[in-house]
């Protein structure tokens, strides 16, 4: 089983037009609210591809209720909270620009952060094979939230992923006890506070990360595929080009394909650029299925050259 944490869970809200213009009055040609958050969507990836997955989230409000709706039969713990659960709202292009708005959330109280971690921590005596924890974290959250999370699963001998940006990334992965860490290049660049451009940036960053007391390190770069670090070897993947249709939750599934798959780490990294790849080309935040993955369109290379541009990928 793989356990998922999102402390900042959302009703994600797509609207999908020809053109985004400054303001004008755009005519919305369709719409469609999902369950969203990145744990969520790790979850509902991995369900989608049966495999076994909890989620554990706080929901609040009239939201919070459209939010355990739109879960349908995803197995959750849900923990309730007085204030109302966001809702993102995304905007896609005909040529897949996506453009994101996302709320802050609500205010967690210090007795339902007190909740969350005691749900999380009756979780992982379910013996879980990892724990995936995952998003912004919501107002009145101390960023310590998810090295108090690590600690709680060392405790109870589960690995953990982490997938966040800003203050709470450079805590948790300042802190070390990481199995894996998967920020894409920006927030990358951001943790460590100089820009990346080729190969060899984004390797040297995410050693700097290892070396902080953290495993590996999965590097999505958008459409330039992805590259997995470790303290020895490096390996870059990327998926077949798709159509865009929303990036929403690529990063996510990416996670759950790599979590997902058996066998050495350049394998599980293939598995994550197909489902990456898959999610693209699917509309909002929709998850892939078996049918819509091609891994066997995945191109590999071990321990690519240092002078190599991202861009150029
Ligand atoms: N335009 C694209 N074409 C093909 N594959 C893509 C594209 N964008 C993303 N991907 C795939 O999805 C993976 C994850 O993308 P990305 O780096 O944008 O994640 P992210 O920024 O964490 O996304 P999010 O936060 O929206 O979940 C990439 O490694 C790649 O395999
Ligand atoms: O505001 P955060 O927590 O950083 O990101 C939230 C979010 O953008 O992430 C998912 C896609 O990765 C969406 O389902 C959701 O709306």
Not at 50 to 68: F, H, K, S
Not at 108 to 116: K, S, V
Not at 120 to 148: I, N
Not at 152 to 168: E, F, M, Y
Request: charged fraction near 20%; charge should be negative; aromatic fraction near 2%.
């Amino acid at each position: 089983m793989i356990l998922t944490c999102t402390p900042n869970p959302s009703v994600d809200h797509t609207l999908e037009i020809p053109e985004l213009l400054q303001g004008e009055i755009l005519r919305v040609q369709t719409s469609r609210t999902e369950a969203g958050g990145k744990g969520v969507n790790v979850s509902r990836a991995l369900r989608r591809n049966g495999r076994d997955t909890t989620a554990v989230l706080p929901v609040g409000g009239a939201q919070g209720a459209e939010l355990t709706a739109l879960l349908g039969d995803l197995p959750c713990v849900r923990v309730p909270i007085t204030d109302a659960t966001r809702t993102n709202v995304t905007v896609t292009e005909a040529d897949g620009t996506t453009t994101k708005l996302n709320s802050s959330g609500p205010a967690l109280t210090p007795a339902e952060i007190e909740d969350l971690l005691a749900a999380l921590d009756a979780e992982l005596q379910r013996d879980p094979r990892w724990l995936v924890a995952s998003g912004s974290l919501p107002g009145g959250t101390p960023p310590d939230l998810y090295a108090r999370i690590a600690r709680l699963a060392a405790a109870r001998g589960v690995q953990v992923a982490l997938d966040t940006s800003g203050k709470p990334l450079e805590t948790a992965a300042g802190a070390g006890g990481f199995a894996l860490l998967k920020p894409n290049m920006e927030e990358l660049a951001a943790l460590l506070g100089r820009p990346l451009e080729t190969v060899g940036d984004v390797v040297g960053a995410a050693r700097e990360v290892v070396s902080w007391g953290n495993g590996l390190v999965l590097v999505t770069l958008g459409a330039h595929g992805a590259l997995l670090v470790d303290r020895e070897r490096t390996w870059w993947a990327q998926g077949p080009a798709v159509v865009p249709r929303s990036t929403v939750g690529a990063g996510d599934c990416s996670l759950a394909g790599y979590l997902a798959a058996e066998g050495p780490p350049e394998e599980r990294l293939c598995q994550a650029v197909a489902w990456g790849a898959a999610a693209v080309a699917l509309p909002g935040t929709t998850v892939p299925g078996p049918a819509d993955l091609r891994v066997e369109e995945v191109r590999l290379v071990a321990d690519p050259p240092a002078e190599w541009r991202v861009a150029d990928l």
